[in-house]
């Protein structure tokens, strides 16, 4: 099986690009998983960060890296939104088999599981986080797209109409058993869907662990990395998403992700964070509750996926076999947003 990235391919590429030329290559993997890959390529005296989509994409249209690399670019230099800086990007297909690009390294931690040191030292850091999240989502939905140079980056006209049967589309393609509360949730978002909001760039997975934050105190946010899904839409769907997978104090941690913050820390509510957004950037967001639905039943339709591939023998991958109850029970979480609210 060929490398997912080629040192010799890779460094041929680079000395046409004029980066680092004739040095040797290191090729270090930073992350792997469910999305795309992550290597850190040291040459000489310097480092660059190489995204590239997996083996197995997971769809046509799923790991557009000339699209993400575009968004850095727009974004780039914008203080609200620091993104990491956009190096070069490849479409040569002889180069990797892949588009892929490079970008400049961030010094800055990722909040996962736990607070990571030194922000475990501060018992504020957890709450300075999450309000630095909601900051940053403020900035993004602030940016001009049209002047920024992404005027054709979406198609925000009947965004919110397109979206549950886009992705009932994609379950039936490839759901394997009866789903009952995913299409409750599908029917109940059909019935209540609001007017839409004026567009904005959209991240697509907007979360705590898809930013990071300096490795010292006091808690600063560096960099929101992870843009693959950004489209320009309503943007009210990164809100509806990020506070859908919020778990709240008392609240048990689940497949839908969450804050992953100790018991007993000082975390923001989900009210809070709503109302913090809603300061900062004046929109309306009394339907709140239709983008926390829409959020958890898109992502149970995308990890229904996951659960056929594992179910179909492609993935052995362990997360995906917790799948078999854990889309059933997020289908379940979009419906408590959808009777109780935010």
């Not at 994409?57 to 914008?78: C, I, K, V, Y």
């Not at 059909?190 to 979360?207: L, S």
């Not at 705590?208 to 929101?224: G, H, I, R, S, Y």
Request: proline share 9%; charged share 20%; glycine share 10%.
């Amino acid at each position: 099986m060929e490398p997912l990235v080629d040192p010799e391919r890779l460094a041929a590429w680079m000395d046409a690009q004029g980066l680092a030329s004739g040095g040797s290559i290191v090729i270090d993997r930073i992350t792997t998983g469910h999305s795309n890959e992550v290597f850190r390529v040291t040459r000489g005296e310097r480092t660059f960060v190489l995204r590239r989509p997996p083996r197995t994409p997971l769809s046509p249209t799923a790991h557009d890296m000339a699209r993400e690399f575009r968004l850095l670019r727009a974004f780039f230099g914008h203080a609200a939104v620091p993104v990491p800086e956009p190096i070069a990007c490849c479409v040569d297909l002889d180069v990797l088999g892949v588009p892929f690009y490079l970008m400049a390294p961030v010094d800055g931690v990722v909040v996962r599981e736990r607070m990571p040191p030194p922000l475990a030292d501060d018992i504020g850091a957890p709450r300075a986080c999450a309000y630095a999240l909601v900051d940053a989502l403020a900035g993004i939905h602030a940016f001009d797209w049209r002047a920024g140079g992404l005027a054709d980056f979406g198609k925000p006209d009947g965004y919110l109409e397109r979206q549950v049967p886009r992705w009932l589309g994609q379950l039936e393609r490839y759901a394997t058993r009866p789903l009952p509360d995913v299409d409750a949730a599908g029917r109940w978002l059909q019935a209540h869907t609001p007017p839409m909001q004026p567009p904005a760039v959209i991240h697509g997975d907007y979360k705590l662990d898809n930013v990071m934050f300096a490795p010292q105190l006091p808690v600063e946010l560096v960099a929101v990395v992870d843009w693959e899904q950004s489209t320009v839409g309503d943007p009210l769907v990164d809100l509806g998403w990020m506070i859908g997978l919020w778990i709240e104090p008392g609240e048990s941690a689940s497949l839908a992700g969450g804050s992953p913050f100790v018991d007993g820390a000082d975390v923001p509510t989900r009210k809070q964070l709503v109302a913090r957004y809603e300061r900062r950037t004046g929109r309306d967001v009394s339907n709140l509750p239709f983008y926390c639905v829409l959020g958890m039943f898109k992502l149970a339709c995308v990890m229904e996926g996951s659960f056929a591939r594992f179910r179909a023998g492609t993935s052995d991958d362990a997360y995906f076999a917790a799948l078999e109850t854990g889309v059933p029970g997020l289908a379940r979480r979009a419906l408590e947003f959808a009777e109780g609210g935010v």
